[in-house]
C-alpha cells in the first residue's frame, strides 16, 4: 500500500517570505514517481514537477525548488520569496512506475492550504 | 491547445438518483483517470481508462462506473446516489507512455441533496 503525508494543513506568510511545504511517503514499490500539484481556487490541479524514485538530484525551477531525498522518503517543496498569487492548496503524490507505461494510479496526500499575505 | 474538458461544471442531484459525468481529454492522449475530491478523504482515484479499456480501478462501490470511448472522452457513472458521493471529481489525462504527466480539468462539483 501506499502513502502520502502532508504533516502541514496550513500554513500562513507574509509576501516575500520563504517557505518549505512537507512531503513524506511510504511504497513498497522500487520504482515510482512523485509529483507536486497546485490547486487553485478554481478547482484545477496544476502539474508543478514530477521526479523519478532513481533521480534523487534537486530541481530548481523559478522560485521553485525540490529537495528529494530517498533515504528518509521526503520530497519537500520551496519557494522562494512567495507572493500572494501561490496562495494555494498544495498536494503531493505518488504513483507506482510499472514497466507497462505511465499508469496515474495517484495516491495524494491531504494537502496543505498556503496563505501568502500581502 | 485545448485542456481537459469536464462537464458539467456544476450538478445538484437528489439521495436515490443517478448521474453522468463527462471529461474529454487533450487531443492525442489516450489515458483518463477519474478522482474523487471530498473534504474528509481528500482526492482518491476512482479508475482508468485507456484504449476504451478499464486497467485501474481504486477502492469504490460497484455504484460507481465508468467507460472510455473510441474517441478516447470517457465518461462516468453513479447509480443510487448518496449524500456522501457529494464531491469535485476530477478528470486527468495523459499520453500512455513513460515519463509523461497527467493533465487535470476543473472538475465537476457534485451536490446530492
Known amino acids: 500500500a501506499q502513502k502520502v503525508t502532508q504533516a502541514q494543513t496550513e500554513i500562513s506568510v507574509v509576501e516575500k517570505e520563504d517557505v518549505t511545504l512537507d512531503c513524506v511517503y511510504e511504497t513498497r514499490d522500487t520504482t515510482y514517481y512523485l509529483f507536486w500539484y497546485k490547486q487553485p481556487p478554481s478547482g484545477e490541479l496544476v502539474f508543478l514537477i514530477r521526479r523519478n524514485s532513481f533521480d534523487e538530484q534537486n530541481e530548481i525551477s523559478g522560485r521553485y525548488s525540490w529537495n528529494f531525498q530517498k533515504s528518509t522518503s521526503s520530497f519537500n517543496f520551496t519557494i522562494t520569496a512567495s507572493q500572494v498569487v501561490d496562495s494555494a492548496v498544495y498536494f503531493c503524490a505518488l504513483t507506482p512506475r510499472h514497466s507497462g507505461g505511465s499508469n496515474y494510479k495517484l495516491t495524494f496526500g491531504k494537502g496543505t492550504l498556503l496563505t501568502v499575505n500581502p | 491547445k485545448a485542456g481537459v474538458t469536464q462537464t458539467p461544471r456544476y450538478l445538484i442531484k437528489t439521495r436515490g438518483q443517478q448521474v453522468t459525468l463527462s471529461c474529454s481529454p487533450i487531443?492525442?492522449?489516450?489515458?483518463v483517470s477519474w478522482y474523487q475530491q471530498t473534504p474528509g478523504q481528500g482526492l482518491q482515484f476512482l479508475f482508468e481508462y485507456f484504449s476504451e479499456t478499464q486497467r485501474n480501478k481504486g477502492n469504490f462501490p460497484g455504484r460507481f462506473s465508468g467507460r472510455q470511448f473510441s474517441n478516447s472522452r470517457s465518461e462516468m457513472n453513479v447509480s443510487t446516489l448518496e449524500l456522501g458521493d457529494s464531491a469535485l471529481y476530477l478528470c486527468?489525462?495523459?499520453?500512455?507512455?513513460?515519463?509523461?504527466?497527467?493533465?487535470f480539468g476543473q472538475g465537476t462539483r457534485l451536490t446530492v441533496v
Open positions: 487531443s492525442g492522449h489516450r489515458s
Open positions: 486527468a489525462s495523459s499520453r500512455l507512455a513513460r515519463d509523461t504527466e497527467a493533465f
